[in-house]
T-cell receptor, first 116, second 114 residues
Framework: GESVGLHLPTLSVQEGDNSIINCAYS??????FIWYKQESGKGPQFIID?????DKRQGQRVTVLLNKTVKHLSLQIAATQPGDSAVYFC???????????????FGAGTRLFVKA | DGGITQSPKYLFRKEGQNVTLSCEQN?????MYWYRQDPGQGLRLIYY???????QKGDIAEGYSVSREKKESFPLTVTSAQKNPTAFYLC?????????????FGSGTQLSVL
């Protein structure tokens, strides 16, 4: 049957402040992690990625940190802007097994509100 | 412009009716996917296809069917067996070349029951 609806974790920040969105992943064998941003009524879009042999990667205003010891991933957004308001999903790619290739497992998501 | 096109944007289904959601991509990607998203929740995989004329069930395939007759197209049919079809449906594609594949998503179809 269908699962009961759950409320997304929410983060509210002031415009111009830094945002930190956290994510715990489950599979210690994951090789690759991605952050996606989903604006209201749209599909998710790729933001930044990181391989398991790295612990930090920086993009434009965004940084992803990976702590494999505690299986934790975070997304930092510098100088948060109103356009950053969205739901952010972490995802990990794991091997499919028999059919080969990889599959993407999504986290539950975090809703970011930016106050002007 | 390359991308993924989903249609329609909004769709209404009557009880007992089958409806089909369209997904077309011109990215020359081998793999295509269908996800379901309920309000305030994450994405759940319905079906995926790694190559033409082949597809696999995802985590919540019951009440859904797909076909992959062309590389560019991966339509999803929501059958009358799906008792709670109201959700936001997302189609995605990827090059499926290895561990670092990224998903490219369409804009979604909101399906509601009349």
């Amino acid at each position: 049957g269908e699962s009961v609806g759950l409320h997304l974790p929410t983060l509210s920040v002031q415009e111009g402040d830094n945002s930190i969105i956290n994510c715990a992943y489950s599979n210690s064998a994951s090789d690759y992690f991605i952050w996606y941003k989903q604006e209201s009524g749209k599909g998710p879009q790729f933001i930044i990625d990181i391989r398991s042999n790295m612990d930090k990667r920086q993009g434009q205003r965004v940084t992803v940190l990976l702590n494999k010891t505690v299986k934790h991933l975070s997304l930092q957004i510098a100088a948060t802007q109103p356009g950053d308001s969205a739901v952010y999903f972490c995802a990990e790619n794991i091997r499919r097994g028999k059919t080969g290739g990889f599959k993407t497992i999504f986290g539950a998501g975090t809703r970011l509100f930016v106050k002007a | 412009d390359g991308g993924i096109t989903q249609s329609p944007k909004y769709l209404f289904r009557k009880e007992g009716q089958n409806v089909t959601l369209s997904c077309e991509q011109n990215l020359n990607h081998d793999a295509m996917y269908w996800y379901r998203q309920d309000p305030g929740q994450g994405l759940r995989l319905i079906y995926y296809s790694q190559i033409v004329n082949d597809f696999q069930k995802g985590d919540i395939a019951e009440g859904y069917s797909v076909s992959r007759e062309k590389k560019e197209s991966f339509p999803l049919t929501v059958t009358s067996a799906q008792k709670n079809p109201t959700a936001f449906y997302l189609c995605a594609s990827s090059s499926d070349r290895g561990f670092n594949e990224k998903l490219f998503f369409g804009s979604g179809t909101q399906l509601s029951v009349l």
